[in-house]
């Protein structure tokens, strides 16, 4: 496959995911696919995936992801994006570093990096803040702001990471 092949496979991932097209997904995965969540044991071959997603299919109500970059790392397509999401009626938004294997047309395997205390808290499932907010929830400004300036926040806040600019990143 070439890289355009590949990226246009991790787009469509992507696509289906943020209409919430579970059997796309299913599909883009194949048999034996593999889903590695850095935090927790790999999950492998498609029912395992279903199964694993079943709490989204339920949950969800919408979900996009930000891409904020996207390429090739040798064979590897890496997407840096913002997961930005409806579950279960909670709005949140966690920064994501996922890397697609892709195969045969397939996502052979998805790894994911991201910091899993801060997703579940978002998703609700956990109580207390994320160690890391986007934007402090109990601040005057933060209740007032819109998905679209915590996501601004957020980018404020990579940009700071990728300069290694530490006090700025915690601010």
Not at 44 to 67: D, H, N, P, Y
């Amino acid at each position: 496959m070439t890289n355009s092949q590949k990226l246009k496979i991790a787009q469509d991932m992507l696509d289906a995911w943020n209409t919430l097209d579970w059997p796309r997904v299913y599909e883009l995965f194949g048999e034996d696919g593999v889903l590695s969540n850095m935090m927790t044991e790999p999950v492998v071959g498609a029912k395992a995936i279903q199964e694993r997603f079943a709490t989204f299919e339920k949950g969800l109500s919408r979900m996009e992801f930000v891409v904020l970059n996207m390429g090739m790392l040798g064979e590897d397509v890496v997407i840096e994006r913002l997961d930005s999401f409806d579950f279960e009626g909670r709005t949140g938004v966690v920064p994501v570093m996922g890397i697609l294997t892709i195969e045969k047309g397939q996502v052979k395997e998805w790894r994911e990096y991201y910091d899993r205390a801060w997703l579940l808290s978002e998703m609700g499932v956990i109580e207390g803040e994320p160690p890391h907010p986007l934007a402090p929830r109990d601040s005057v400004l933060a209740s007032d702001m819109t998905d679209q300036a915590r996501l601004a926040v957020a980018q404020a806040m990579l940009d700071a990471y990728e300069r290694l600019d530490w006090p700025a990143a915690a601010a």
